[in-house]
Every structure is written in structure tokens, then in C-alpha cells.
């Protein structure tokens, strides 16, 4: 059974930082791309950042590129996603996903990974 469980969310302040972490059980890690996916109230899920089987290709969000870095620890079957400078625009619930030999490039489409968790709330208050 494939059991995908983040944490890290909470509430900070404007500018402030977060690191969320992904733990993926029940599948071969190292054959999975990861993303973190993120959903606001009234507002379609979006990929925030992905990064491929092999870990060599990684995508951003251009809202997020330079203040977000996504990293693989694939001895311990993790995924995070570490957030700084963060605005009140990032607040939505974050969510974690894995797809088979997920390639990277320049998309990180929610409907084309397969397992998901069930998120953790970040909240930037200004």
C-alpha cells in the first residue's frame, strides 16, 4: 500500500520560512518523480515544483523560482521543499505526489501523477 504523508506547513509571517517534507512508502522511491502541488480556496491545484526520477531535472513555478528549493533524499525516501521569502500569495494547502519515471521539463501537471498525500496547510500572514 502506497502511503504518501507530508509535513512541515504552519502559519508565519511575511518573509518568513518554511521547509516541508514528503515521506513516500509502498513503492520503489528511486523509480518516482516527486512534486509539490498547491491549492488555494477557489482555486485550481497548481505544480509549485517537480523534480524527476533521477533527481537531474527540476521545474519551478515562475512565482517561486529563486525563493523555493526542492531536493530528493532517496536513502530515506523523502521529499522537501524548502520556502523562503514567502509572501501572502502562498498560502493554500501543499500537497505532495509521485509518478513513475516522471522525466521533468518544463510542466508539472497535477493530473499526470498518480499517488498523492493529504496535505499540509501553509498560511503567510502579513
Known amino acids: 500500500q502506497v502511503q504518501v504523508v507530508e509535513s512541515g506547513g504552519g502559519l508565519v509571517q511575511v518573509g518568513g520560512s518554511l521547509r516541508l517534507s514528503c515521506t513516500v512508502s509502498?513503492?520503489?522511491?528511486?523509480?518516482?518523480?516527486l512534486g509539490w502541488f498547491r491549492q488555494a480556496p477557489g482555486k485550481e491545484r497548481e505544480g509549485v515544483s517537480c523534480i524527476s526520477w533521477r533527481g537531474s531535472v527540476t521545474y519551478y513555478l515562475d512565482s517561486v523560482k529563486g525563493r523555493f528549493t526542492i531536493s530528493r533524499d532517496n536513502a530515506k525516501n523523502t521529499l522537501n521543499l524548502q520556502m523562503n521569502s514567502l509572501k501572502p500569495e502562498d498560502t493554500a494547502m501543499y500537497y505532495c505526489?509521485?509518478?513513475?519515471?516522471?522525466?521533468?521539463?518544463?510542466?508539472?501537471?497535477?493530473?499526470?501523477?498518480?499517488?498523492w498525500g493529504q496535505g499540509t496547510q501553509v498560511t503567510v500572514s502579513s
Open positions: 505526489a509521485a509518478r513513475k519515471y516522471y522525466r521533468g521539463g518544463n510542466y508539472c501537471y497535477a493530473h499526470s501523477f498518480d499517488y
Open positions: 509502498g513503492l520503489p522511491f528511486g523509480d518516482y518523480g
